[in-house]
């Protein structure tokens, strides 16, 4: 079966965490979303914005999405191209580790399939009338996988390692909190240096992880063993190649306890052997290649879903580097990619061609610009360079090594650049690694990989393009950058916010701070008889997956 799930990449976070007061409402009530359900394309503008202290959708599904009942006694097994960079959540490198690392811990705040912010650990939460202090109303009966329970201290323990750890990743994500007060066994108080509404956004990624306090203050090795209050419990872990879990009976959610008795994800890089992994009953899902979807079109037994998301590849550049930091060299790098024929030689033309870090159809994308500013002019790039004095460009390229379609996507680009006489050393590394050796060591000129994307958008802007950005080596920014970020994560108004985003999202293009390659449609694919459903932050989470009996 095939199925074109395009999510609708609408004003989600307008408002999400703008307004004053945030009535966190109850989970236990929450709606179910059956995985048939057929959203709004892409380009459509979809629903209202979603006050984040409302419980909202929770996206997944108590129930079977066909007849007949789960089987609460399986396994479901899910296949993923990349292995966890590291386990200790405040030190993981990588946007895709969530994907390992979400299953057994929870959030301060947790996000829904379609991106929608919702209450997790945090039940309600509330700024200050002036912005400059967010509340934190901490879930009572929240119990670890190590038996201790979670309160204000636990909370401002973990935020106070994520922010203050040496080589803590996300200590950017949590820069806006000055200091964390416990107010109460059940209250805690984040007094911010400025107002920041994308804290919120924050608090549903990495950096709102909850570790256990007796595991903290045991001094537990967190890169050998998870220890959160998640749906799933770790029970093995081997690097580079799976991590299994069991479900978590005492989970604090008891309206949604895992459907299935256990999780593994299975590490396999390549997509043939994953699609072969699947056909022959071996894992319940995986992503797939997009040159793998017609091969699979008419295959009773595998459903097919391409997802429209957050994640683009895109050539990350130290612009303190390389002649990088002049405008005309990036505006003729790009104008030297041919990215609608690299979209249709390796992605068979699923894939969104954008200047812009953000998708068409998304509220942070700037529509009032071409979604391509620099198309393929070799001609155009040579003047630039000449307009520069560049007539001899030399640059490192790291790249995910053994991972498919990036040596092909690089061995493309090193072809297009060198007509230019631009010469690329294509450097491939663990892609586990990429992450320290690019944004931490900054030991290659440039780097092509993925983005995940981020709960906020002025996720994305500040972790990339602000001058102390921890995934923008070199530290080069622009002032209209500067200003769009300052104006997104303070202003309150819905409709101002949309427009600093889209100001930020519009400056990314113009000023090429990111070499966006394209986006591509992810292609899903899902044995008979599975129910699982995709995030629009191209990190699934599994919490109401299930396998029908029989």
Not at 202 to 214: E, F
């Amino acid at each position: 079966m095939f199925k074109t799930v395009n999510r609708s990449l609408t004003a989600t976070l307008v408002a999400a965490a703008l307004v004053v007061t945030a009535c966190g409402g109850s989970d236990d009530d929450a709606d179910t979303d059956d995985d048939t359900e057929e959203p709004a394309d892409a380009g459509e503008g979809g629903d209202e914005p979603t006050d984040p202290g409302d419980s909202g959708d929770e996206g997944g599904t108590d129930e079977p999405a066909a007849d007949g009942e789960f089987d609460t006694d399986a396994t479901f097994i899910y296949a993923y191209p990349i292995g966890v960079s590291r386990l200790d959540p405040h030190q993981a490198s990588i946007s895709q580790d969530g994907t390992t690392l979400f299953p057994a811990y929870d959030r301060i705040v947790h996000l829904s399939p379609q991106g929608d912010l919702i209450p997790g650990l945090a039940e309600s939460w509330e700024f200050s009338e002036d912005g400059l202090t967010l509340t934190l109303n901490i879930r009572e009966g929240v119990t670890f996988h190590d038996g201790a329970t979670l309160d204000a201290e636990g909370v401002k323990t973990n935020l106070d390692r994520a922010r203050n750890l040496e080589g803590s990743s996300v200590a950017t994500d949590l820069g806006a909190i000055s200091e964390v007060t416990v107010i109460d066994p059940q209250t805690v108080e984040l007094t911010l240096s400025a107002p920041n509404v994308s804290i919120i956004g924050s608090l549903a990624d990495r950096a709102g992880i909850m570790v256990s306090p007796q595991a903290l203050a045991d001094e537990v090795n967190l890169d050998e063993e998870m220890v959160g209050a998640g749906p799933y419990r770790m029970t093995d872990h081997t690097p580079g190649a799976s991590t299994t879990y069991e479900r978590f009976d005492d989970y604090w959610d008891t309206e949604n306890v895992p459907n299935v008795a256990g999780l593994e994800i299975r590490v396999i890089a390549d997509q043939v052997a994953r699609l072969n992994a699947l056909r022959t009953g071996q894992i319940n899902a995986t992503q797939i290649g997009q040159n793998q979807v017609q091969e699979v079109e008419g295959d009773d037994s595998i459903e097919v879903q391409l997802n429209t998301e957050l994640q683009y590849f895109y050539v990350v550049q130290n612009r303190a580097r390389a002649g990088q930091d002049d405008l005309r060299v990036r505006q003729a790098m790009m104008h030297g990619l041919d990215r609608e024929a690299i979209c249709d030689a390796l992605l068979f033309g699923l894939c969104q061609l954008t200047d812009q870090p953000f998708p068409p159809g998304y509220f942070a994308y700037d529509d009032s610009i071409d979604d391509v500013l620099y198309p393929y002019d070799p001609e155009l790039a040579r003047t630039l360079l000449d307009e520069a004095s560049v007539s001899d460009l030399s640059v490192s390229m790291l790249i995910p090594a053994g991972l498919p379609t990036y040596p092909e996507m690089a061995e493309i680009i090193q072809a297009q650049w060198g007509e230019l006489g631009i010469d690329v050393s294509i450097e491939p590394a663990e892609p586990t690694q990429l992450g320290e050796l690019m944004f931490a060591q900054e030991s290659a000129d440039d780097m092509l990989a993925s983005w995940g994307g981020r709960p906020d958008p002025a996720m994305t802007l500040n972790q990339r393009m602000s001058a102390d950005g921890f995934a923008n080596p070199g530290g080069h920014t622009t002032d209209a950058m500067t200003e769009a970020i300052e104006q997104s994560t303070s202003i309150g108004d819905p409709d101002e916010r949309q427009a600093a985003l889209q100001a930020g999202s519009r400056e990314v293009a113009e000023s090429v701070l990111e070499m966006v390659v394209l986006f591509p449609q992810i292609p899903y694919g899902m044995a008979e008889g599975v129910v699982f459903e995709p995030y629009l932050t191209a990190k699934p989470e599994f919490r109401n997956v299930g396998i029908l009996a029989g």
